[in-house]
């Protein structure tokens, strides 16, 4: 059983390596855009609210395998060669920021009116109360909502490998030992022990955050 | 810019049956997501019954069978069942399926995507229904045993009927993401609207009129928003009324996308 890890462990460990610089690019471009699609969504202008909310029907409604096709392929024959790279982690960060947009919208909703009102009142101004009663409180909510998206986008981000971007991560990497070996069984049951990890590092590591940032009752 | 609306290049919407293909296609993803959350549905109450089970190590068995396949990619497991399931099964598969079902559900490589798809579902879906369980007032349990109820007549009688409802709201969800992942089974080359796409787009397959890539898939992401968004509508609606109807409020599962389960207040 061990000897196809030890014996193919070049191709494993880089396609791990792979699957982890994929999630951590989509990981940023989603943190980012998800928090600008957010603040469109809670902006007092409507045209703004509805642009975020377009984004957010949009990409969170198409399949991921579709916004691959279109990013990579789509836009090279069109003319606009951005690399397998760009297109992947573009494609996953995009569809993943529509769920974090939705998880912060609802975090800043579950900040109590009275708060709100409560920090005006004090002589807060806006962007006071925005800073520093409802995104701190906000932020305690969210963690929770984030690590369940975070290894949402981990599993995704096979997808992105195994389509026709040209990305040897893990599970390309497990396809081409398994052709080369016959051993599908052993192969993907490595594969499998590769992705256990990221996830449950993730786990943990939100669980961890969130015990951190919980609130003493 | 110039090049996306360009009429040129949507001209083959409109030419031979290219739309119609590609609808067909779209059909096909549709049964499967249907199929699929049929069979999910039946061993995910399963599951979670299991994993609510009073003997230890049943409760434990499942419990790591559900973490387990919630935590892998879906479309790892497609590839490895597609790979891995014994020739004579995919055989058996390929002998039994009647003549009239669709082109797409000949091949025995569906059997594997099948497997993949209810496996994981069923996995994500033991977890909706199980919070949905153990949302409920542990005094409806009490109180059903207080009656003389046996463990089993209070899971039917008083359990199940509740806790289910709560979770019609968090399937439909669970539904929009099977059907896109449904375009998953296209990597094991099922000719469902993905491929169907890739056909259109191969030069001169319905008249001459070239069809870009760009605009056939931006065409069938068209259809699954619609589609997606009018489920997710029904969903919000769902969630809604239970709301009002239980009073609850609704909490997030774990490690899935979107998902809420009604929490006990």
Redesign the interface.
């Known amino acids: 059983m061990i000897d196809v890890l030890t014996e193919h462990w070049s191709e494993f460990s880089s396609g791990w390596w792979v699957t982890v610089q994929i999630i951590a690019g989509s990981f940023g471009i989603a943190m980012v855009v998800g928090t600008f699609v957010a603040a469109f969504r809670i902006a007092p202008n409507k045209w703004l609210q509805r642009l975020g909310g377009l984004y957010v029907e949009v990409f969170r409604n198409i399949p991921l395998l579709v916004l691959l096709f279109i990013s990579f392929a789509g836009l090279r024959r069109a003319g606009v060669d951005i690399g397998p790279w760009v297109a992947g982690i573009a494609s996953l960060g995009l569809y993943t920021a529509a769920y974090v947009a939705e998880a912060l919208r609802s975090g800043v909703f579950s900040v109590g009116k009275g708060q709100i009102e409560a920090s005006l009142s004090l002589g807060f101004s806006y962007a006071e109360t925005l800073r520093r009663i409802v995104l701190p409180q906000a932020f305690r909510t969210v963690i929770a909502p984030l690590g369940s998206l975070t290894i949402a986008m981990i599993k995704n981000s096979a997808i992105v490998g195994v389509s026709l971007l040209a990305l040897p991560d893990l599970l390309k990497q497990a396809r081409v030992v398994s052709a080369r070996t016959f051993q599908t069984d052993e192969t993907f049951f490595w594969a499998a022990v590769g992705y256990i990890i990221l996830t449950g590092a993730a786990t943990l590591i939100f669980r961890a955050l969130e015990k951190r940032f919980a609130i003493a009752r | 810019m110039s ?2 609306f360009s009429p040129d290049n949507w001209e083959w919407l409109w030419t031979g049956n290219n739309a119609r293909f590609i609808l067909e296609g779209f059909l096909i993803n549709l049964e499967i997501a249907v199929i699929s959350i049929i069979f999910a549905l039946i061993f995910g109450l399963v599951l979670a019954l299991l994993r609510l089970s009073v003997l230890k190590p049943v409760s434990f068995l499942a419990g790591a069978w559900v973490d ?1 396949f919630r ?6 497991l497609i ?2 069942f597609a ?2 399931l014994p020739q004579s099964w995919k055989q058996a598969w390929e002998d039994a399926m009647p003549s009239w079902a669709p082109e797409a559900f000949q091949s025995g490589l569906v059997l594997g995507a099948f497997m993949g798809l209810i496996l994981y579902n069923s996995a994500v879906l033991a977890e909706i229904m199980r919070a949905g369980i153990l949302s409920l007032p542990k005094g409806q349990g009490e109180a059903a045993s207080a009656l003389g109820m046996t463990r089993r007549q209070a899971l039917r009688y008083v359990i199940l009927p509740q806790g289910l409802r709560r979770m019609v709201p968090a399937t439909v969800s669970q539904l ?1 993401t099977l059907n ?2 449904t ?2 089974v ?2 094991i080359a099922i000719t469902e609207v ?1 491929r169907r ?1 890739r056909i259109v787009t191969s030069s001169g397959f319905f008249g001459d009129v070239t069809a ?4 056939v ?2 065409f ?2 068209f259809l ?2 619609v589609v ?2 009018l489920l ?1 509508r029904l969903s919000r609606r769902l969630e809604i009324r239970e709301r009002k109807i239980t009073g609850t409020k609704l909490k ?8 809420v389960a009604a929490d006990p207040v």
């Open positions: 090049y996306l387990v935590n892998l990619p879906l479309i790892f590839l490895y790979l891995g929009i896109k992942d375009t998953l296209s990597i993905m796409g870009p890539i760009l605009q898939f931006i069938i992401g699954f928003v997606n968004y997710s997030r599962v774990g490690g899935l996308e979107d998902q």
